[in-house]
């Protein structure tokens, strides 16, 4: 299996795997796909039968890892409470049926980038819904085997034991105030029920 960034293989790279091995699943990932119509609309027009896997971390995990990731590039000068009270405030000017690219793309978007469904819709809209498959970072990091068989049955590919799995680009950072995992667990609540009905499946992201 081949996977590729865009942005350092080419045609002839890929050619020449597919070569050597007489066999090659190509790949690429890029997370800002999720949110834009105009990408899922060309993959959907030039790859129909395409193959999506979407990995989701608990949204409030997500947002504060990002928020985290703002305050070392010293992008971000507010506090964490600070940040999301502004953008909530920010979303509360938008009704949910007019989210739009920008809502997702926005700097310092970090509950929007957690309304997962909004942003899945466009693809279940567009892909059948048995060539989406929709994994979770917590699932692959309470057993990242299973979680990687899952990965080798969607692709139909044979499964490879993986010897001694890593976990890599973790940062150490203060926890989130309980408080404010509290108020975030209610907020994203119905977003959560409105995803885990999208995808059919549930995770354990109340808490």
Known sequence: VTF?????????????????TGFSITGED??????????????QKLLP???????????????YSNYQLGVREGHEKLSFEQSIDLELKN?????PDNYRIETFSRPFSYISKGLYARQLQIWFDLFP???????????????????????????????YDIKNPQKRKSENYPKIKSETRKLLIEYFKPY????????????????
């Open 192 to 207: 959560n029920e409105e995803l885990y009905k999208l995808i059919g499946k549930s995770f354990d992201w109340d808490k």
């Open 4 to 20: 590729v960034n865009k942005e350092e293989s080419t045609e002839e790279d890929i050619s020449k795997k597919i070569e050597n």
């Open 91 to 95: 979303l509360e000017k938008e009704t």
């Open 129 to 159: 819904k048995e060539n989406i498959l929709i994994t979770s970072t917590e699932e692959m990091a309470f057993n990242p085997q299973h979680f990687m068989n899952k990965i080798f049955d969607f692709l139909n590919i044979s499964k």
């Open 49 to 63: 039968n395409v193959k999506i896997i979407s990995q989701l971390r608990n949204p409030i995990d997500r947002a």
């Open 30 to 43: 890029t997370p800002f796909y999720i949110w834009n119509p105009i990408t899922a609309k060309r993959i």
